[in-house]
């Protein structure tokens, strides 16, 4: 019988125990704990997404204006994208497998909170306590998409954006059939999603165990042909720049694009909406073939070509017709979101080390400063135009050209 070897792993900064890593990279993916981590992350975004699709009702409800409807922004995305990088520093230090189904259980409270607040102040409360459990929830659950990748990093990433990308598209038409017609109350319902969630993530981490032992942490050591400290830090800003680009361009999408249809073609907002969530498909569709196509090919080709090649079309579209503006938006979505899973990866070989805290940086604070530009673009909307946003977002890809500062990564590392 073979002996429990000490080996480093690369999502942690301790030496650990793992049985038979060979034989478990020749099985390929765990498709199973895949499939079980997808599908949490769409139940996260799901209810992630609740938050804002809930504040018509909260305003109308408690007469709040625009500044409090801020500051539960504010109070969401402080716990939910800044607290990450913090989560993800503490696991990569000492693995915890039930964390994810404990940080559920906040986003399980905050909802019950949500629903039966009657002051401003228990709102903020039940706001922050949703944000925590999506503060947990990603950096562990990058980890274990790794661990079930059987050496498809790209593919792993990618199942596990599918499922978030989705969720995020189907809060808001669940807040529209539910919430709406049944007021604030109804948010309660939602707690069974959380509860589910629970159930899944408890199970993936009775797998999730056995898989890591910490030991003793140990300094990590530079490997063979990588790049240099100094190229490392640069490529991390460059990534961080790169993701965020995309990101605001996608958000000038989501959150502006019906407005955009009705102020310059005169459309309804039910048709409006279908164009949005047309794109919004195409996005998640390029998502998920981002990681693979990097897999294959190398992950810094495929941030060229997703990032410089969607800026043809985003030139274009502010030029465009109604329907061509909607072939425009489906290509775009395809191109320019199947970076996500490749930056991501890229980001995590280049410090595997500190695997936890850089997916929580990269989930966390990127799209939380992508979510602050979204509303800067709004200000900027206020004072000029919706079209006159489209055309300055319209350049933002270029910032792809930064990706010619990417080390070339050893292949072992791929």
Known sequence: MNKPVVVHAETLTEPVVVSDVAPAKAAGPAYAVLAGISFSHFLNDTMQSLIASVYPILKDTYALDFAQIGMITLAFQFTASLLQPVVGHYTDKKAQPYSLSIGMASTFFGLLLLSVAQRYLVILVAAALVGLGSA?????????????????????????????????????????????????????????IAFLAILILWRIGRWYAPQITARKAAPAHAQPGGPSRRRVAVALLVLVALLFSKQLYVSSLSSYYIFYLIDRFGVSTQAAQIYLFVFLAANAVGAFFGGPLGDRFGRKIVIWISILGALPFTL????????????????????????TSSIIVFAQELVPHRFGMISGVFFGVAFGIGGLGAAVLGKLADHTSIAFVYQVCAYLPAIGLLAVFLPRLPQHRR
């Open 316 to 339: 274009a579209l502010p030029h465009a017709g109604l329907y061509a503006s909607a072939v425009l938006s489906v290509i775009i979505g395809l191109i320019i979101s199947s970076t």
């Open 136 to 192: 947990v929830f990603h950096p562990e659950s990058a980890r274990i998409a790794r661990l079930a990748s059987g050496g498809r990093y790209g593919f792993a990433q990618s199942v596990f954006q599918l499922g978030g990308s989705f969720g995020t598209s189907m809060g808001p038409v669940l807040a529209a059939l539910i919430v709406v017609p049944f007021g604030q109350g109804s948010i309660a319902w939602f707690s069974s």
